[in-house]
């Protein structure tokens, strides 16, 4: 992911952090996440496609209005 703004980092951190507590449990790649794990995922997922809403001219106009 190319976001030399930083634009994205409070989606990304998340997810990070995520990452990190999955990893920390140390599964085995055949074992199931644990089920708050797995609903944190699913929120997460479920939360970064609504972001899709978000697209267009207003987010455009956001961005150029610090640019100035």
Do not use: N
Not at 29 to 38: A, G, H, I, S
Not at 39 to 59: H, N, P, R, V
């Amino acid at each position: 992911l190319h976001d030399p703004l930083g634009f994205m980092t409070p989606v990304t951190l998340v997810a990070k952090t995520y990452l990190r507590e999955t990893w920390s449990l140390k599964l085995s790649w055949d074992e199931p996440l644990p089920q708050d794990l797995t609903l944190k995922w699913c929120k997460y997922f479920t939360d970064l496609y609504q972001l899709e809403k978000f697209k267009g001219q207003a987010s455009l106009a956001v961005f150029f209005h610090y640019m100035l």
